[in-house]
């Protein structure tokens, strides 16, 4: 095969090697250095957001926002039931119970209304995922989650400068969570973010971040915490992706106008962006009506043979054997056999599209 798309490359350029060469030649290699300050400070201010706190991933940083929350063993989690496993993971690291919430079929995110039919006396929290770069409807969570007094948690790890009326995800719900994964919009390597507006929060995230010890008494440490730090090499790394972050969401805006055009009059169904939302098209969405698991399968497999790599959906969580299968969610059900991600970087050239879509495009006809 002379040629192959992968589904996703992250954007280094001289900037990144400078500044992690930099972070290396400084010898400030762990968690301490400007480049963690740095980072923090201008990622909270991209997302409107007062305060960040780096992290090693956005698991580890949905666990942190979850226990600094105050959720506790036996306490109920809302979650959409289509997201990466991380969220519900999460959860069940604090002894808590996740509630899988079936999704909106246009933007794949929670469905407010469904969330709402989920909430038991026992439900302290709600995690709306922003999937596949789609911000979830978080007016309407946030009217729902305060007549419930429940805490709400963004999980925004697919949707760095994704807005819902203008404004960006990151400072809607109590604090937000972010992954700086390989294949996100903006990469640390490995690598997550907490973004907050409430102070006490903040600090709180901190101090349990770095084994809960005590800030003014060096090596006491009145309760249990973690080591969850982010590294000054990864938050290097992070400082010049987050330089170029504007020039990579207008990489992803026009990939998905290129596939847009590309597939135009076909029955392929691209990421549908409500009237209130900016998308920040982590990955192509491509949907087929009434495709099943199986044909999507040999799908990904068909693509592959011809150069073009591509993934699943996700599944159901509530479908995954050690995760409880707690509500009815037939949209998700639906939703999860019929999509695709396509080949979404910010390299991906106008000639790599139209590749993608000509063998998506052919291999549909036969299958
Ligand atoms: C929706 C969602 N939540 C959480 C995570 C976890 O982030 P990480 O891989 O950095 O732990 C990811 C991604 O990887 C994700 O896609």
Same mark, same amino acid.
């Given at each position: $095969?002379?040629?192959?798309?992968?589904?996703?490359?992250?954007?280094?350029?001289?900037?990144?090697?400078?500044? !992690?060469?930099?972070?290396?030649?400084?010898?400030?290699?762990?968690?301490?250095?400007?480049?963690?300050?740095?980072?923090?400070? +201008?990622?909270? *201010?991209?997302?409107?957001?007062?305060? !960040?706190?780096?992290? $090693?991933?956005?698991?580890?940083?949905?666990?942190?926002?979850?226990?600094?929350?105050?959720?506790?063993? !036996?306490?109920?989690?809302?979650?959409?039931?289509?997201?990466?496993?991380?969220?519900? +993971?999460?959860?069940?690291? =604090?002894?808590?119970?996740?509630?899988? *919430?079936?999704?909106?079929?246009? +933007?794949?995110?929670?469905?407010?209304?469904? &969330?709402?039919?989920?909430?038991?006396?026992?439900?302290?929290?709600?995690?709306?995922?922003?999937?596949?770069?789609?911000? *979830?409807?978080?007016?309407?969570? &946030?009217?729902?989650?305060?007549?419930?007094?429940?805490?709400?948690?963004?999980?925004?790890?697919?949707?760095?400068?994704?807005?819902?009326?203008?404004?960006?995800? /990151?400072?809607?719900?109590?604090?937000?969570?972010?992954?700086?994964?390989?294949?996100?919009?903006?990469?640390?390597?490995?690598?997550?973010?907490?973004?907050?507006?409430?102070?006490?929060?903040?600090?709180?995230?901190?101090?349990?971040?770095?084994?809960? $010890?005590?800030?003014?008494?060096?090596?006491?440490?009145?309760?249990? /915490?973690?080591?969850?730090?982010?590294?000054?090499?990864?938050?290097?790394? /992070?400082?010049?992706?987050?330089?170029?972050?504007?020039?990579?969401?207008?990489?992803?805006?026009?990939?998905?106008?290129?596939?847009?055009?590309?597939?135009?009059?076909?029955?392929?169904?691209?990421? %549908?962006?409500?009237?209130?939302?900016?998308?920040?098209?982590?990955?192509?969405?491509?949907? $087929?009506?009434?495709?099943?698991? %199986?044909?999507?399968? =040999?799908?990904?497999?068909?693509?592959?043979?011809?150069?073009?790599?591509?993934?699943?959906?996700?599944?159901? &969580?509530?479908?995954?054997?050690?995760?409880?299968?707690?509500?009815?969610?037939?949209?998700?059900?639906?939703?999860?056999?019929?999509?695709?991600?396509?080949?979404?970087?910010?390299?991906?050239?106008?000639?790599?599209?139209?590749?993608?879509?000509?063998?998506?495009?052919?291999?549909?006809?036969?299958?």
């Amino acid at each position: $095969m002379d040629r192959f798309i992968p589904i996703s490359r992250p954007s280094i350029t001289e900037k990144e090697i400078a500044y !992690g060469t930099e972070a290396i030649r400084s010898t400030w290699v762990s968690s301490l250095g400007k480049y963690i300050d740095e980072f923090e400070r +201008n990622f909270a *201010a991209f997302c409107d957001a007062k305060f !960040g706190v780096a992290l $090693m991933n956005g698991t580890v940083a949905i666990q942190l926002a979850l226990e600094a929350s105050g959720i506790k063993e !036996g306490d109920e989690v809302i979650v959409p039931d289509l997201s990466f496993v991380a969220t519900a +993971n999460a959860v069940l690291y =604090l002894g808590a119970v996740p509630v899988f *919430a079936d999704i909106d079929p246009v +933007n794949l995110c929670i469905d407010p209304a469904r &969330m709402e039919e989920a909430i038991t006396s026992k439900t302290r929290a709600v995690i709306p995922v922003h999937l596949y770069g789609h911000p *979830a409807d978080m007016v309407s969570i &946030m009217e729902i989650a305060g007549k419930h007094d429940l805490v709400v948690i963004e999980d925004a790890a697919e949707a760095h400068g994704a807005t819902i009326n203008g404004k960006k995800v /990151g400072s809607w719900g109590r604090c937000a969570t972010f992954s700086f994964y390989g294949n996100k919009n903006i990469t640390t390597g490995e690598g997550g973010m907490i973004t907050t507006n409430d102070e006490k929060l903040y600090n709180r995230c901190r101090f349990l971040r770095d084994h809960a $010890m005590s800030p003014v008494k060096r090596y006491w440490h009145p309760e249990k /915490g973690y080591n969850f730090r982010m590294t000054n090499i990864q938050a290097a790394l /992070g400082c010049a992706q987050l330089e170029r972050i504007e020039e990579i969401m207008q990489a992803k805006q026009r990939i998905f106008n290129s596939y847009s055009a590309a597939l135009k009059g076909s029955s392929v169904q691209l990421n %549908q962006t409500n009237a209130w939302a900016t998308n920040a098209y982590w990955l192509i969405t491509a949907r $087929m009506k009434n495709l099943s698991e %199986q044909k999507r399968d =040999l799908l990904i497999v068909e693509l592959k043979k011809r150069g073009v790599d591509s993934r699943p959906f996700f599944y159901p &969580m509530s479908a995954l054997p050690y995760l409880p299968d707690t509500s009815k969610t037939p949209v998700t059900y639906q939703v999860f056999k019929e999509g695709i991600n396509l080949p979404t970087y910010v390299d991906l050239t106008e000639d790599d599209i139209h590749f993608v879509c000509h063998h998506l495009l052919e291999i549909l006809k036969d299958l």
